[in-house]
């Protein structure tokens, strides 16, 4: 069964760092694209960042250069690595799986964990 | 980056009720696009890939079509759990984006 748990969310002051965990079982990850997506309160979703299988990495434009994806093969997690954080950054983030490479649909979610930015 | 619209942002209908929701991309995207259902408080649900794949155990009164910049989504008759929040997504480009999401409420 595929599943995916997010850890690492709490309360950072504007500025700081914070590191996100998603940890997958059920498949590897290293075989499929990962991806987070992230939702403010209230608000809709928004696409954050990709990794894909083969290593190659993508990032929305508000978080690009302030976010960095990684994988940690052994341990069969995805990673989402904050700086700079901000108060428009608050949000759940969410771990989610890509299993096609061509069409690219997220599959499968975790439960997501909530980040708030504020001092 | 693509920009994908959804129209309309909210709706409310009735039980029974057949509703169409329409996302328009700001360029083509062939069949890039898919459907997410989100429940209060829950993660998205993934309804139809690829513009018109309906996923297993989705029911058969979802369905999607079209292609290249103007996609629908398609609710037959509205069952009491249909009431949610819908979004499209499109995945044709290395950045992803998702529409603004459409809250289809009981009227």
């Known amino acids: 069964e595929v599943q995916l748990v997010e850890s690492g969310g709490g309360l950072i002051q504007p500025g700081g760092s914070l590191r996100l965990s998603c940890a997958a079982s059920g498949f590897t990850v290293s075989s499929n694209y990962m991806n987070w997506v992230r939702q403010a309160p209230g608000k809709g979703l928004e696409w954050v960042s990709v990794?894909?299988?083969?290593?190659?990495?993508y990032y929305a434009d508000s978080v690009q250069g302030r976010f960095t994806i990684s994988r940690d093969t052994s341990k069969n997690m995805v990673f989402l690595h904050m700086n700079s954080l901000r108060a428009e950054d608050t949000a759940v983030y969410y771990c989610?799986?890509?299993?096609?490479?061509?069409?690219?649909?997220?599959?499968?979610w975790g439960q997501g964990t909530l980040v708030t930015v504020s001092s | 980056d693509i920009r994908v619209t959804q129209s309309p942002s909210s709706l409310s209908a009735s039980v029974g009720d057949r509703v169409t929701i329409t996302c328009r991309a700001s360029?083509?995207?062939?069949?890039?696009l898919n459907w997410y259902q989100q429940k209060a408080g829950k993660a998205p649900n993934l309804l139809i890939s690829?513009?018109?794949n309906l996923q297993s155990g989705v029911p058969s009164r979802f369905s999607g079509g079209g292609s290249g910049t103007d996609f629908t989504l398609n609710i037959s008759s509205l069952q009491p759990e249909d009431f949610a929040t819908y979004y499209c997504?499109?995945?044709?480009?290395?950045?992803?984006?998702f529409g603004q999401g459409t809250k289809l409420e009981i009227k």
């Open positions: 997504q499109q995945t044709y480009s290395t950045v992803y984006t």
């Open positions: 989610a799986r890509t299993q096609s490479p061509y069409t690219a649909e997220l599959d499968y």
């Open positions: 360029q083509r995207i062939t069949s890039y």
């Open positions: 990794i894909y299988s083969g290593g190659s990495t």
């Open positions: 690829a513009a018109s």
